[in-house]
């Protein structure tokens, strides 16, 4: 079964999707927003930006909106919102689960000693 394109977004590209959220960017406001709201944790080099932006383009996620001198503008196309809304659906179900995950394992007995106790 072939893969749908872009079915699981890597982190730099939920990040890029989000920098959209207040409007159109260019690439340095996308760059310093996503270090910004990562606290430096992602940082986005221009080879890594500009390979996002032309998947993205061409997946028609987003769409130029304007050319001065070398600063390009992109604005997020209503296809992108949805992307990234249902990116949001699938982290958020995948964190409800790592909680459920926790609530069971913290409610389960813990063995202490004894023959054939392996963790305390």
Do not use: H, N
């Not at 394109?5 to 890597?10: F, G, I, W, Y």
């Not at 406001?29 to 890594?48: D, F, H, M, N, Y």
């Not at 997020?76 to 394992?105: M, P, S, V």
């Amino acid at each position: 079964m072939a893969k749908k394109a872009l079915e699981a977004l890597s982190e730099p590209m939920f990040y890029v999707l989000m920098a959209f959220q207040p409007g159109p960017r260019c690439g340095t406001e996308i760059a310093s927003s996503v270090e910004k709201r990562t606290q430096g944790r992602v940082r986005l080099g221009p080879g890594t930006l500009y390979t996002i932006l032309a998947k993205f383009e061409e997946e028609g996620l987003i769409r130029e909106q304007s050319i001065l001198g070398r600063k390009r503008t992109y604005s997020l196309t209503e296809l992108g919102e949805q992307r990234y809304q249902e990116e949001l659906r699938r982290l958020r179900a995948c964190l409800r689960d790592a909680a459920e995950t926790e609530r069971e394992l913290s409610a389960a007995p813990v063995p202490t000693g004894g023959e054939g106790a392996q963790w305390a």
